[in-house]
């Protein structure tokens, strides 16, 4: 996107991989929930969410130490004019599909039309920005694009490849469990049962073994999913050692829930792992399409009556930081104070329109650390009174009487966040607010919130240091009260979306970096979500047989490090 690749064209691996990593063994993680589907590609139904990573590939591949980077995968080569107008991809001649077929240009037109058109959500605002899609030859396919938008020929190269003849007379978006779409990757499924678990066997005659790009990874014989209702069981069946390796996300359980017989005798291993990424938003998500909480001062008061301070020390010991914005730790995130140079002039317009401290300055409130918060709910109380609500008889009401009941949708078996949210509706009591946790199983939550069929309910963004269109899909305007939305706070701000634009019109890596942090800093303020904690360091316990390259990428320790470039060796 900017500047020039970091690897050369000859390059022997990816720089976080061990290209003599030895081949072999079998991993087995552990998901909570169930699925109902093995197809990631449709709308409909519940799959386990690793299978994009292991089964599926697209034109060209992202390293995970460069960000705004791409090299080829399917495609041997890419040609784009200085405008990035349009792109054109060359296939790789001994690209194939898991069951030995060529890929094919045909295949590729099929997907990106299929998917943009029958396909997830998530796939279909990229096919409305492309004008026309073509084969110019054999092995080429031009893609002519309908907006001016420097990323595009990025995104074009990230879509997945699926088989057209597979699908011959069906539709993507039916089908049974039973119906796996063919892929190009490293691994097929082997086996599974709805809902209990599901295997993955290597490919022995994958066709990319031999790249540069994947020289040293998918290095498993086998990788398999079990499934579990709840996190406390599935922390069990790792003790129990029927799991090969689990991600810790709680500081204090990390410090103290680890001291089982297997990891006294060094059979388990606790690893921590560093990275660069941004934060992202973890907290609880406002459904901004619902009123009242479309008042920026009602959300005020709700952050208000958040005690993150008392909290976290309860459920994490006190030794995880929140979260500030949805960039912090990085470069990217907005800094302290009102919004100056360029910042501040991509708000201008927009200034009449804004909440409160988007460009004087904001800052998430903080507690006093004590149980009952008193200056904090204080303050959420009078905002609550601005906002037209009343106390009457203990029940807070609004200007035509009705009392304020706030619903929490949760997950079955988040016990976590079942700690918070009772920590949490007890000072929304306190404000006169009746708050409701409405437990689901896996099903209905994936359903309810597709619908958008909540107030609020826990949520996770993370987000990358080369952000892009994927933020429309995530705060913009087009995708608000969308069935199947990602935005799930409903944000419809004509701000949101312009630094977003300033974002992609970006042709230096400073002009994205000063969008970006004014994109951050309207997140922000918006008070579209009660954050929590941040992971700044991941941390994965497994079984010692299990080894990994020394210099992870700088996104850490997501599934593009593990278990895509460790290994097994006894």
Known sequence: MYGEPALPPDFVSLPYANPDAPKGGRIVFGNTGGFDSLNPFAQKGTYPWQMPFWSYESLMGRSWDEPFTLYGLLAESVETPPDRSWVEFTLREEARFSDGSPVTVEDVIWSYRTLGTEGHLRYRGFWSRIASIEATGPRSVRITFADDDRELAMLA????????????????????????????????????????????????????????????????????????????????????????AIREFNAQKWDSAYDFPAAQRGDVIKTEIAHGKPSGMTGFVINTLRAPFDDWRLREALLLAFNFEFINDTVTGGVMPRITSYFSGTDLAYRPGPASGREGELLAPFAADLPPGTLEGYALPRGDGTARNRANLRRAAQMLEKA?????????????????????????????????LEIYTRALERLGIAARIEKVDNAQYTAR???????????????????????????GSQSAGQPGSRNLMGAASPAIDAMIDAMLAATTQEEMTEATRALDRVLTAGRYVIPIWRFDVGRIAHIRQ????????IYGDGPQYMPDVWWYQD
């Open 388 to 420: 037209g609500f009343r106390i009457e008889q203990g029940q807070l009401l609004d200007s035509e009487g009705t009392p304020l009941v706030l619903r929490f949708l949760l997950r079955q078996g988040d016990s976590d966040m079942q700690t918070v």
């Open 157 to 244: 190269g990230l879509r997945p490849i699926l088989q057209k003849a597979q699908w011959e007379g069906r539709s993507l978006a039916e089908g049974s469990i039973h119906d796996i779409p063919i892929g190009t990757g490293p691994y097929v499924v082997s086996a599974y049962e709805p809902g209990r678990y599901v295997s993955f066997a290597r490919n022995p005659d994958y066709w990319g073994a031999h790249l540069g790009f994947r020289r040293g990874t998918m290095n498993f014989d086998e990788m398999r999913i079990d499934f579990f209702g709840d996190g406390a069981v599935l922390m069990e069946a790792f003790k129990a050692g029927e799991l090969s």
């Open 546 to 553: 299990l080894r990994f390259p020394p210099n992870p990428p």
């Open 449 to 475: 919130v597709a619908d958008l069929d909540f107030d609020l309910t826990p949520f996770r963004r993370d987000l990358s240091l080369s952000p892009g269109n994927e933020q429309r899909l995530y705060w």
